[in-house]
């Protein structure tokens, strides 16, 4: 049962509370949201449904297929398994991506070309957008273009995301100039960030790459712009070209160091090769393959990184779990990440290190080396903490 104490000051009952003791109220937190999108015949559904299958086996987590084309998958990671082998909980969750798999695009699919412009307002809501591109010859597969160009491929799907973003400023532009015109607050202040927009826009230049600041990104955040959200390029290579990728891989590379994305090599045959296998023939063959783990976690991991994002876990005796929360979130907006209430009634939080927890093997023992740590309304959350919140109701 949570510990219970009174502030005799205010005479306020406070609670001690583990997010696992509070259970009716703990939501599912995602790590983040990613659609994934490229040409036809690149490969994306086959990665899409390793993705799905690989994690679900590997974290004996259910796989949840909202839709045909939506999977939520847990992230792996290997420090939430170590706590639960410490608290033995009666069960232990960890946090989740969702991913959104729409049909290829072609050029055109803008204006109605193809099948996948239907599908373009399915992740309208992403935090990232997962491109696919074809870096692996076959003869058996056509590619659109007729040849293999990752520079070419990643330009015709820029063109459509520009293109889906401007159909949704010009639906907005002249009503809020409008506005802005007759004085309207709101409007007027809106109005130079719509500006930079439909001009990047219109020269065909995806908003990512048109210098918009942390403010005008909040005055634009309405109409989640496809051309605005964080991309990471996934190389998907033939199996001989692995590790490394490959010539075109390495081209695939350069072009998103350029940009400042991540950029992550996966072969989709062998990610669905290895889900069908047991653990140690998985070891086996990623050993025979110079690889030290599936792609599929490093893609995971390049999408952490790429968004800034951390992990901090709750553990006891009812649950392990962990929690997704951007770089540089504050210890209530951590709490909040829980429930909505942790947050307003935060008191202060009791943090102790993933590594201090494994050495000395329990909180009692982590305390008496003087390592678990008192924090106030303005600690910065780090990867790896193990947190309990103390708030009031």
Known sequence: MPAIFSDIRSMKIRRVLCPCDFF???????????GIVGLPNVGKSTIFNAIAKAHAAASNYPFCTIEPNVG?????DSR????????????????????????????GASKGEGLGNQFLGHIKE???????????????????????DPDRDIDVIDTELCLKDLDTINAR???????????????KEKMPAYEKAKKALEAGTPLRRAGFTEEEKKLVKDMAFLTLKTVLYCANVAEKDLPGGGPFADLLRQRAAKEGAEAVVISGKVESELIDLSEEDQKVFLKDLNLEEPGLNSLI???????????????????????TVRKGSKAPQ?????????????IRAEVMRYEDLLKYGSQLAVKEKGLLRIEGKDYEVRD????????SV
């Open 173 to 187: 532009y002249d009503k809020t100039e409008k506005l802005a015109k007759t004085g309207d607050k709101e409007a």
């Open 384 to 391: 790896g903490d193990v947190m309990l919140f103390r708030f």
């Open 72 to 76: 939520m998958v847990p992230v792996p």
């Open 301 to 323: 991991r390049a999408g952490y990184t790429a968004l800034q994002l951390i992990t901090y876990f709750t553990a006891g005796e009812k649950e392990v779990r962990a929690w």
């Open 24 to 34: 009716g109220i703990v939501r599912l937190i995602m790590g983040f949201k990613c």
């Open 126 to 148: 992403v935090e990232a957008i997962l491109h696919v591109v074809r870096c692996f010859e076959d003869p058996n597969i056509v590619h659109v273009s007729g040849n293999i």
């Open 334 to 346: 951590a709490a909040g990440v829980i429930h909505s209430d942790f947050e307003r009634g935060f």
């Open 80 to 107: 939430l398994w170590d706590l639960s082998k410490l608290y033995n909980p009666q069960k232990t969750t960890p946090t989740t991506v969702e991913f959104y798999d729409i049909a290829g695009l072609v050029a």
